[in-house]
Structures are given as C-alpha cells and as structure tokens.
C-alpha cells in the first residue's frame, strides 16, 4: 500500500490486555504491513523454560538455549506463526501456565538481550513494520516513525483475556486471571530492564470503551497523516 524508500517502524506497547495484538495485526494488514509480535517471543522462552525444567530466573541457560534451539517467525502466514526449532507453537504459547511465568522470564537481562538484538534484526529486513510489546518504542525502537501507547481499565483487560482464552476452549476463572494481569503488570512495570513504560512522544489510546475497529482507525490516521507529509 504504502511505497517508502527507508525504514517505516509503527510501535504499540501497552500492558497486558490493551488490545495490543489484536489492533497491531488489523493495522498492519491495512497498511500491507508485516507485525511483529514480540510478546509471543517472551512467551515462547516461557515454554522452554516449562518443557525443558529451566528455572524461569535463569537468564543466562534460558539465553543460551534460545541461541541453541531458535525462535524465528514464519512470515509467510497472516499472522505470522512462531516457531521453536521447526514446531508451530502459535497456540500453546497462549495457555495460561505460560501466562504465569511469561513476565518472570522476561525480567532476565540475558533473555531481553538475545531478544531484543533479534528484533531489531526483523526491523532491518522489513522495511515496514508494526511492532508491538511493552518495550518497542522505548527501548527497541525509540527512533520509530510513529509511537502508540495503550491503556484500559483492569477489569475490562480481564474480560478480554478471559473470552480470549475461553475461545479457545481453555476454562478459566475470572479472579485468576485477573490476579495474573495485575501480577504481570507490577513485574513489568518494575523490572530493572526495559520496564514498561509510555515512551517519549507516544501517542496515548485508552482503548477500555472502545472497539478494535475505533482503536484501529484512531492508528491509522495519525500513520496516513505522518506518510502523507
């Protein structure tokens, strides 16, 4: 859709909930974009810290098996699938055992490194991208083209996770989801490394009353209007 010489980068970060990867992924398919979601990377190191008896806080094995076994995307499915070695693990990522240790894995220094470095290697090879997480126009991308960061009501977040899971077969409690949203927000809100935060110049959209439609179409203005400059 859009024909641009040099890099193109659109961040969204936002904690648990937002609505990040859903608008992220209807963003970028409208603007013929690839989207990177680098949560389902941290979520993926969740599962190998769970299938290979790693402990969570050891940054440094989970580092090194990262390097070892590979966690790659495959671009060529809309959204793209991701991969540990050459297992599709798209879907177990978003059980909630992986919930629960996601943002304990992701406060290890060594495991944001490795992560960070390959993300910043798919900004390069994609000239247009929608990245979305909780440290991209932060700390990954702070020179990004244009920075979007989402809020909403806890108890809405909730809601949403709850009917995300529940779609997909999983039963889950309202209260114990909701205790992981609010446990996972203080772990990252605090974290020595890349804590989440609203970064410099973002764009703010508290999405709690509105739909992904009317998040999506707030995005794409405010990008058409920069592109169109």
């Known amino acids: ?30 603007l013929d974009a690839d989207c990177l979601d680098t949560g389902a990377m941290y979520r993926a190191v969740a599962l190998l810290s769970l299938e290979n008896g790693i402990d969570p806080l050891d940054g440094e094995v989970l580092a090194n098996t990262i390097r070892e076994v590979g966690i790659r995307f495959d671009w060529s499915k809309t959204p793209s699938a991701i991969l ?30 490795v992560l960070v470095e390959q ?21 990954v991308f702070p020179d990004a083209a244009i920075r979007f960061f989402l809020q ?14 529940r779609q997909t077969g999983a039963t889950v409690n309202d209260e114990e989801v909701q205790r992981d949203i609010e446990t996972r927000d203080q772990i990252d809100s605090t974290r020595a490394t890349s804590p989440l935060v609203c970064p410099n110049g973002a764009i703010v959209i ?11 179409n707030a995005m794409e203005l405010e990008v058409t209007a920069l592109l169109n400059c």
């Open 1 to 30: 859709m859009w024909n641009t010489q040099h890099r193109f980068i659109i961040t969204i970060d936002g904690a648990a909930g937002t609505g990040k990867s859903s608008v992220a992924q209807e963003l970028a398919f409208r």
């Open 84 to 113: 540990i070695g050459d297992e599709d693990v798209s879907d177990r990522i978003r059980d909630l055992d992986i919930s629960g240790i996601v943002s304990i894995v992701a406060k290890q220094p060594e495991v944001r490194e």
């Open 119 to 139: 993300q910043r290697n798919i900004g390069e090879n994609h000239p247009l991208l929608v990245s979305e997480g909780r440290d991209q126009g932060s700390v």
């Open 152 to 165: 909403a009501e806890v108890n809405e977040r909730t809601k949403r996770r709850v009917n995300q899971l």
């Open 206 to 216: 508290d999405t709690s009353t509105m739909t992904i439609t009317e998040v999506v």
